[in-house]
């Protein structure tokens, strides 16, 4: 349990004064000792249930940060999860092996380069999101909270995919590992269920609907493991969104350019009508943030405006930004087929004039047989 979240339940207790109960006690008083305790210990327990069911302040929220957000302290305002940094680390130092491993295998064939830089920008973006100063704030401000989801599913995500890891890995594994384990499993029936365009795309969008309106959100704001949960969530339904659309890994399902231009260009505007939802919302959404008590920075209503405002943008462009890469993309790939196509006219036209060449050589040395 990371440390910067460290959720502490407080309920307020009226001071109970100390009664002398000696000797000198009444017959009456003594019989009304036990009504006097089972009073008390109904008060109390209608006091745990009022704080646990109401969403007020008595509620744990953890601690909150003393100083307001800046630059400073959301770039060099950095912990050390374990859970977190070191399966990062294994991923990075992994994925190093088995690139300088193919690249040994198949000098003529190296991994691109531009595919490192890809997967460790990703892990990089994960721990900017899970690690920096941005954890220190998300259940602090929602504005925060948006930022570090917008990290995990339009930052880490794609580029994670535009990596092709499953690709790496399959040119690294043995003949004997990738026919018995790793084809089967690409090519099993619940890979090829969700990694359906369709089903990856409602996944992806009922899991943004589903948590931000839902209970799910505010428990997750309260219990650190549920918010781990909801990043391991987002992160897993992005990559899927994200696996037919950059197509860079083998994939049961494959579409064409400008099928996936418009898988990408779809998701454009459920995720501009959420972020509309919660800028337009006219009271704050979750109890959390609605009664955290935060000596600095905006209301809740108007952090939850910023909120919806960072959803918004940094969603439209990073979507448009995807989109053109997929166009882009695909006119490489027209240039490509219209070069290759070009290639095979051109030979097909040379092997032509070859044997024309040679018909016109056999007709000559008939003609001076004659």
């Given at each position: ?8 339940g407080a309920l307020a ?207 997750a704001l309260e219990n ?147």
């Amino acid at each position: 349990m990371r440390s910067g979240r460290t959720h502490r339940g407080a309920l307020a207790a009226e001071p109970i004064e100390a009664c002398d109960d000696g000797p000198m006690r009444s017959p009456q008083a003594r019989r009304r000792r036990p009504l006097v305790v089972a009073a008390a210990a109904i008060g109390v327990a209608g006091s745990l249930g009022a704080a646990i069911s109401a969403p007020s302040a008595v509620l744990a929220h953890g601690p909150v940060p003393a100083e307001p957000p800046s630059a400073a302290n959301l770039l060099l305002g950095w912990s050390f999860e374990p859970l977190i940094v070191l399966p990062l680390v294994a991923a990075a130092v992994g994925w190093v092996a088995a690139t300088r491993r193919v690249n040994a295998a198949h000098p003529a064939n190296p991994v691109p380069r531009i595919r490192t830089v890809a997967f460790l920008g990703g892990l990089v973006a994960i721990a900017f999101a899970l690690q920096s100063g941005i954890e220190r704030y998300d259940t602090a401000l929602f504005s925060i909270h948006m930022v570090q989801h917008v990290l995990l599913i339009l930052v880490a995500a794609p580029l994670i995919a535009l990596a092709a890891p499953i690709t790496l890995l399959l040119r690294v594994s043995r003949p004997e590992t990738r026919r018995r384990r790793i084809l089967p499993v690409l090519h099993s029936r619940a890979v090829r269920a969700v990694s359906h365009p369709v089903v990856a795309w409602v996944l992806f969008v009922a899991v943004m609907w589903g948590t931000h309106f839902s209970p799910f959100f505010d428990v997750a704001l309260e219990n650190p493991w549920v918010h781990d949960l909801e990043h391991v969530m987002y992160l897993g339904v992005a990559l899927l969104f994200w696996w037919p659309a950059v197509a860079l890994d083998p994939s049961p399902w494959r579409m064409p350019h400008p099928v996936r231009g418009l898988y990408v260009f779809l998701q454009m505007p459920q995720n501009t009508f959420l972020a509309v939802v919660i800028l337009y919302a006219a009271a704050p959404l979750y109890p959390h943030y609605a009664t955290l008590n935060r000596p600095w920075g905006p209301s809740a209503l108007v952090d939850q405006q910023v909120a919806g405002g960072v959803m918004w943008l940094a969603g439209d462009l990073l979507f448009i930004a995807a989109i053109g890469a997929i166009v882009y993309g695909w006119m490489r790939f027209e240039e490509k087929r219209t070069a290759r196509v070009d290639r095979q006219s051109a030979a097909e036209l040379a092997g032509i004039r070859t044997r024309e060449a040679r018909l016109a050589e056999r007709l000559a040395e008939q003609q001076e047989r004659r």
